[in-house]
């Protein structure tokens, strides 16, 4: 099975600022799979990035995923107030179990 | 529009089990595949299993495959989700989620509490 570990734990950051966001796989996703989602309290979670780096449908341009094989980063351009929140990342490599990181909180400063 | 509409909260005393629905609309329910997540207060998503819908066949994460029984019903484009021998552990919210690899859409949620 495939082990996420993201880094930070938590992330206390201002609005405006710029937001990076680390996903370690234990293993190589060759093809990339791996998505990003944010979720916010009472809410179920919401799709950011898919294919590590490619927006989902309706998600601000401020928002970008990049990296390959082990390591990737979401990055927050410029913060905005309803940005802070839970994420979390997910890897799909081939078949399942489809295991998530266990989540990075932002917060704010 | 794509909804996944999920049955309500339950309350289950420890040894019993729960089934989950979760109704989907707005687009061919055979196509996408079908997650169930769930996540403990306070706490990350732990991934369940996954259903495909056309044929029904099933995967399950190692740590529910001998209690998580996934099932649908292509006639309603309803999947369900049966979890046996609850434990205290077992309180979370659980979610149905559409998707093969990642999930666009994500149904509402269903707490479900065991306590004695």
């Known amino acids: 099975e495939i082990v996420l570990t993201q880094s930070p734990g938590t992330l206390s950051l201002s609005p405006g600022e710029r937001a990076t966001l680390s996903c370690r796989a234990s293993q190589s996703l060759g093809s990339s799979f791996l998505a990003w989602y944010q979720q916010k309290p009472g809410q179920p979670p919401r799709l950011l990035i898919y294919?590590?780096?490619s927006r989902a449908a309706g998600i601000p341009d401020r928002f970008s995923g990049s990296g390959s094989g082990t390591d990737f980063t979401l990055t927050i351009s410029r913060l905005e107030p309803e940005d802070f929140a839970l994420y979390y990342c997910q890897q799909y490599e081939t078949s399942p179990p489809f295991s998530f990181g266990q989540g990075t909180k932002l917060e704010i400063k | 529009q794509v909804q996944l509409v999920q049955s309500g909260a339950e309350v289950k005393r420890p040894g019993a089990s729960v089934k989950i629905s979760c109704k989907a609309s707005?687009?061919?329910?055979?196509?996408?595949?079908l997650h169930w997540v769930r996540q403990a207060p306070g706490q990350g998503l732990e991934w369940m299993g996954i259903?495909?819908?056309?044929?029904?066949?099933?995967t399950y994460s190692e740590k529910f495959q001998d209690r998580v029984t996934l099932t649908r019903d292509a006639s309603t484009s309803t999947v369900y989700m049966e979890l046996s021998s609850l434990g205290p552990e077992d309180t979370a919210v659980y979610y149905c989620?559409?998707?093969?690899?990642?999930?666009?859409?994500w149904g509402q949620g269903t707490l479900v509490t065991v306590s004695s």
């Open positions: 707005g687009y061919t329910f055979a196509i996408y595949y």
């Open positions: 259903i495909n819908p056309s044929g029904g066949s099933t």
């Open positions: 989620a559409r998707g093969t690899g990642y999930s666009d859409y």
């Open positions: 294919g590590a780096s």
